[in-house]
């Protein structure tokens, strides 16, 4: 069973910080890696996607795999209050095609 | 540009009725995946999709469920004889292609409420 693992959290940080998200999966063969922004009630936005070992920045967010430890994350620097949602962690198998297997998600709070 | 649309947004139907559920993927795109999110849970893939085409239904129930990608119009993903179970919020979204790097876009959902 190919399984994508995130802590449900909630993971609370103060306004400005750094917000460390985790995630690790299953499959050493995976390929694309993906993180997806859901607030509450809505349908989940694509935020960042990463492909190789490394950091990818976007903005003020950055990406992170580590393909021997089949781990990635996701920091957010200066964390704001309208970052306050779930953030999925998505996972694309070895074999799967373009099929997406997600993590349960981890709910962060960004707290004035 | 339109995005992934689904309709409709919210949909009660009361047991054993049946429940259809559309999307209409983002123009240029022929890849179709159905999600479904129960409460307080993460996504489940549930099928995949091109053109007149399952590509994998691995995710699918073996009862009641089922689904199509006509040559035609939208993706319909259908449910006989709904139950209370069934209640969840399902996603449509839709990739360009089927290669591993291209990110799925999501539709708004279709909340279903069985009553």
């Known amino acids: 069973q190919k399984e994508v693992e995130q802590n449900s959290g909630p993971l609370s940080v103060p306004e400005g910080a750094i917000a460390s998200l985790n995630c690790t999966y299953s499959?050493?063969?995976?390929?694309?890696f993906f993180w997806y922004r859901q607030y509450s009630g809505k349908s989940p936005e694509l935020i960042m996607s990463?492909?190789?070992?490394g950091d990818k920045e976007d903005g003020r967010f950055t990406a992170q795999l580590n393909k021997a430890s089949q781990y990635v994350s996701l920091l957010i620097r200066d964390s704001q209050p309208s970052d306050s949602a779930t953030y999925l962690c998505?996972?694309?198998?070895?074999?799967?095609?373009?099929?997406?297997?997600f993590g349960t998600g981890t709910q962060l709070k960004v707290e004035l | 540009n339109a995005g992934v649309m689904q309709n409709p947004r919210h949909l009660v139907r009361r047991r054993g009725q049946e429940a259809r559920l559309r999307c209409s993927p983002m123009?240029?795109?022929?890849?179709v995946y159905w999600y479904r999110q129960l409460p307080e849970e993460g996504l489940k893939f549930m099928v995949y999709l091109q053109k007149e085409n399952i590509i994998d239904e691995s995710g699918m129930p073996k009862e009641r469920f089922s689904a199509e990608f006509p040559k035609e119009g939208p993706s319909i993903l259908r449910i006989q004889q709904v139950v209370r179970g069934d209640s969840a919020a399902y996603f449509c979204?839709?990739?360009?292609?089927?290669?591993?790097?291209?990110?799925?876009?999501f539709g708004n959902g279709t909340r279903l409420t069985v009553t």
């Open positions: 499959d050493r063969g995976s390929q694309s």
């Open positions: 123009k240029g795109h022929s890849h």
């Open positions: 990463i492909y190789s070992n």
């Open positions: 998505a996972v694309s198998f070895t074999g799967g095609g373009n099929k997406l297997t």
């Open positions: 979204a839709s990739s360009a292609a089927g290669q591993i790097n291209s990110p799925l876009h």
